[in-house]
């Protein structure tokens, strides 16, 4: 089995992301990013990902693939048999970029785009080759976390989708295909939602940013790690099931609070208050050892769900098996 | 050290769960609901407790005390040290019901209600001593979820949250002291962002509940099950800081899908494609079976957070201490 080869185009916290999971995977990793830092700052989210990553899997990981920077798009996207791009979110950069890479990409690559907002429709405009773009937005650590949202545009080839997710899964993640654009994709969309409550209640004076957290991870936040939102609610449900449920829980869609959905300017001010209020709940430790910290817990969460053979330790259990059923 | 009493009124899914919380952790509990089904489905929840929280503790647990279901709410609150209502979400009812329980409770005892949606000044409205009125909201599965929101009303005595306090943290919760009244308090005005961003997405036919619990459980749930909101963005935004993440993620609130606010209509039409996608997802299972998995899964992320010493694993761990400290 010859070694494939990922290029990784943009090299930040998502770049970077991506590029450990591909090379503790096995794959050849070639990094192209123009700014002086991006060595340091992969290799730094490269040792994290080589202390946690093989935490999960309970058979050998394969070697680790070979790891360059290069210096154009040219040579790092020739020869890949995935591209990923995860520049900045403007536009004209990432056509920009698209039409670089597909100057010189396999025409069977998938040429996936990390973007959380645009769709993929959007970015295949004037593309040379429109068939073989596709969003596949991932989440951050990716090197841990399992979900990319897959999701093709008006012009992607249905067999590059395809493609497309055998990979993933084949570097244990969980691809999930999305059936209709939508900006934001689905779970940024909630991401937005709660950012926005978020930033009202700060604004407000109702909580703080560590109320707040506390209000998520000693609560809702334990149960949707493992079963998610509309799972946990027919289990609330009880015997009567879903509908009764949503007979109970609808009213609320009518309650008061509903009320507060416009959008809360993001005035200096607000941003000073949420940015201090932060320092004080975690500025004693850095953001080095944050990192470590949310690695090591996001490692034992999914290592007790691997025990309970359910979601993220079920796809664990499964990537386990199909790495002993190879070797 | 004499056992303490608590009157649970109201049994069902909540107050079935306050029920095996004081329970397990060896309080005397009288229950008192007119259904006629009372007995048996607290008797089940119980049964679950019984199994799942003892396994979170590495320390012996108290004996349990005596679980008794009682006719009468005299009966219940005559010498309780805490009465939690867990009654219907009708603000009538609750008027009615705590009438007729600081008829007969003991004027120190904390008067907690599990309201999801009323401030507890609401319910102080009218009452014989509204100063030992709470709102003590707590998540389901009560016996296994730290979180309990702790709102006091205007004319609450703040001796009587200090003695809930630390009567909730003598029960191995997490008593989050919210500094404002607000509708729906602060946990529930999340879930309620996310549902309705949930039911446009099934609406409009972008996913199914399905594929929105796996948007969830294999990204951010993971997440938040440990950090919460804010960290996780501190964490994310890099050495750069909190103000850094703001200015990079602040224009999304300007984006497209911002606009999609509107509360949808709960037509019967999307409660049947919601229950009907809700069966398809998991209608294999009994709700019984979906139980006992969430419980399992809970058990087993807190144990692993238990082993990082981190969030709902701290807790624990400081409560196992305070347990051997006792002993």
Known sequence: ?????????????????????????????????????????????LDNARESLPQLADVQMPAEGDLSF????????TGALWIQE???????????VFKLIQKHA???????????????????????????????????PVYLLPLVEVVAGQQTDP??????????????????????????HIADRFLEAVWREGLWLIKDGIATT????????????????????????RVAGGEAGMAHFMAQFGPCLEWPWTKLMDVPELTDELVDKIASQSDEQSGA???RELERIRDNNLVAMMRGLKQTNWGAGKLLNDHDQRMKDET
């Open 210 to 233: 560590e109320e707040i957290d506390d209000a998520i991870r000693f609560g809702f936040g334990l149960r949707w790690g493992q079963m998610g939102l509309f799972e946990t609610y």
């Open 285 to 287: 430790h850095t953001i």
């Open 159 to 184: 067999s590059i989708v395809d493609t497309a997710c055998e990979l993933l899964t084949g570097v244990g993640m969980k691809p999930l295909r999305v059936r209709k654009e939508i900006d934001a």
């Open 86 to 96: 995860s520049v900045p979110e403007r536009i004209e950069m990432k056509h920009e």
């Open 1 to 45: 089995m010859s070694v494939k080869t990922a290029a990784i185009i943009g090299g930040g916290v998502i770049g970077g992301g991506w590029a450990a999971r591909f090379l503790l995977n096995g794959w050849n990793v070639r990094i192209f990013d123009p700014a002086p830092d991006t060595e340091r700052k992969v290799l730094e989210i």
């Open 70 to 77: 290069v210096a154009d798009i040219e040579t790092a996207v």
């Open 106 to 140: 396999p025409e069977t690559a998938v040429l996936g785009s990390s973007t959380s907002g645009y769709k993929p429709t959007v970015l295949q405009e004037n593309a040379t080759r429109p068939g073989q773009i596709l969003v596949a937005h991932p989440f951050n």
